[in-house]
């Protein structure tokens, strides 16, 4: 988690997204945002703090996490439902709803016991069928289908749930952060801090008294005010109406905010990454890939081009995984390129092309860089920039010889979609039998540590694809109002008992 202060003077903002969902696009390359932890070297200007602290919503659209849409409603949603599980900020899984768990590595199953004692906002108790039923809606969702893609069977007992898989996971629990909720007369209910209420001064979440991990909310009341679509978002938020909103600020859609704001960064698994064309030449070369992976300055490219909103990864996981094998990162060295394509022998014999999407204007900068890097160390590279449809088509037909990627990993770390052989995200073609028995290896370990490391010294060794960061996300507050925040991409407020609220006497 990064914070720092900075003062919006028409300063360009890319576009909100929800936490959870955040869209792969961006605009100018010099921004004028403040990197994380750069201090403003003007005085700053007095604080006005609010009277009460209030979130945008929109009250014709769902809170139910489930389907409620992506933007200001998870954030909200995310105050009322909690999941069996949660994802700290240093995305590693916690118990939430559930107590414990067993796994069977014959049947593929998992059971859940659930948390003794825990009760709905309507005071009724949280059930084995409750869960069940959430699960369920979950497998059918948009937003969580494929994730629980591999599961058979989901059935209730007396106090636990029993999840049968298709194949073998040990990671498993990481998925299950997904959030529990029942919906009463159109209302969703859920076990969180607070609940959806409503007077004649309209809705409001309410701190939920029944709350199993003993009260201690900050806040007695969190307003609710109405902002349908992006521009009444931003503007209620620069007019101080609320006082929160998630952003990705290497996204798309630049708008102009004022006014003083507190920025607090949120880690992702979002991955951004050079793809190869691995099935044919000169990228079937195993020690050509290595070369240009010696050509990638992860920091300079987070810091340089992405303004700091992100980290540095030389493996596809996130290096605050517990999993990610720091022992086998090597030092970026600025001669090292050129001597390693050196010792390969290779000698061009045209241009390689590298795919990037045209929308992104922060992704095409990074392209344009890598390039440059890439031509310098003696393997000349060209961007081609192409609108999103083209560049999915392009990927899709295997139209290229390097592209500039991004996806959506889970916390579980399963890599099988992006590097197994036919996977539904292995545009490069890559396709190796080692890889795959190290990706069936890792899904079935005990000792996931042991079976990621080996997975990535393969990774390392063959370089089918080459990992640049993972993108972090941004919680935005009103200047003064929030200290010891310490979000997480789907919990903004995921420290809610720690935080410190800062609000005007009415």
């Given amino acids: 988690m990064k914070k720092h202060l900075f003062t919006f003077f028409c300063l360009l903002l890319p576009a909100l997204f929800l936490t959870g969902c955040w869209q792969e696009d961006l605009p100018e390359e010099d921004t004028g945002l403040l990197s994380p932890g750069e201090e403003l070297s003007h005085q700053e200007p007095e604080l006005l703090l609010p009277e009460s602290f209030s979130l945008p919503y929109t009250p014709d659209q769902s809170l139910d996490p489930i ?18 599980f949660r994802l700290t900020p240093d995305l590693e899984v916690e118990n939430l709803l559930c107590q414990s768990y067993a796994y069977d590595p014959e ?5 859940f016991t659930l948390r003794p004692g825990v009760l709905f906002s309507d005071g009724s108790p949280l059930t084995a069928r409750d869960v069940r039923a959430a699960l369920e809606r979950a497998r059918q969702s948009e937003r969580y289908q494929a994730r629980l893609a591999h599961v058979s069977s989901i059935s209730a007992g ?12 040990t990671g498993f629990p990481a998925l299950l952060d997904i959030p ?45 005010t109405e902002a349908s679509g992006q521009d009444a978002v931003l503007y209620r938020f620069s007019s101080h109406e609320v006082q929160l909103i998630t952003a990705d600020l290497t996204g798309i ?66 290096p605050l995984s517990s999993l990610y094998p720091e022992e086998l990162e090597v030092r970026f060295s600025a ?34 860089y890598l390039a440059e890097s890439f031509t310098a ?37 399963d890599l099988s ?61 009103q200047a003064g109002v929030l200290e010891e925040l310490t979000p997480t991409a789907a919990e903004p407020l995921c420290n809610l008992t720690g935080c410190t609220f800062r609000l005007r006497e009415s």
Wanted: aromatic letters at 8%; charged letters at 15%; hydrophobic letters at 40%.
């Fill in 107 to 111: 049947r593929y199953a998992y059971t």
């Fill in 417 to 477: 979609s992006l590097l197994s052989t036919g996977g539904a995200l292995n545009y490069g073609g890559w396709t190796d039998a080692e890889t795959d028995g190290l990706l069936a290896a890792y899904g079935a370990a005990e000792n996931r540590t042991a079976a990621m490391e080996a997975l990535c010294a393969r990774l390392q060794q063959q370089a089918p694809i080459l990992p640049v960061c993972f993108k972090s996300t941004s919680v935005l507050t």
């Fill in 67 to 84: 389907d409620c849409p992506d933007g200001p409603q998870q954030t909200a949603s995310s105050l009322i439902c909690e999941g069996l």
């Fill in 253 to 318: 859609d630049p708008v102009a905010l004022t006014g003083s704001v507190s920025q607090w960064e949120a880690d992702t698994a979002i991955l951004q990454y050079v793809g190869l064309n691995t099935s044919a030449a000169p990228l079937d070369n195993a020690a050509l890939r290595r070369a240009l992976g010696e050509c990638l300055n992860r920091e300079h490219i987070v810091s340089g081009f992405l303004s700091g909103h992100g980290r540095a990864a030389q493996f596809p996981l996130s």
């Fill in 158 to 169: 007396d106090g636990a749930v029993t999840v049968t898989l298709s194949r073998p996971s």
């Fill in 335 to 368: 001669d090292a390129p050129a001597q390693a394509v050196s010792r390969t022998g290779y000698v061009p014999e045209r241009t390689l092309t590298l795919l990037v999407n045209g929308e992104n204007n922060f992704k095409t900068a990074v392209a344009g």
């Fill in 377 to 413: 160390a003696g393997v000349p590279v060209e961007t081609r920039v192409l609108p999103w449809e083209e560049y999915a088509a392009a990927l899709a037909a295997g139209d290229f010889d390097l592209y500039y990627g991004e996806v959506r990993l889970t916390a579980d770390w």
């Fill in 180 to 224: 529990i909720s029942k919906v009463s007369g159109g209302v969703p209910l859920g076990t969180g801090p607070y609940y959806l209420s409503q007077d004649e001064g309209g809705a409001f979440l309410a701190a939920n008294p029944a709350w199993w991990q003993g009260g201690g909310q900050p806040l007695e009341r969190i307003g609710l």
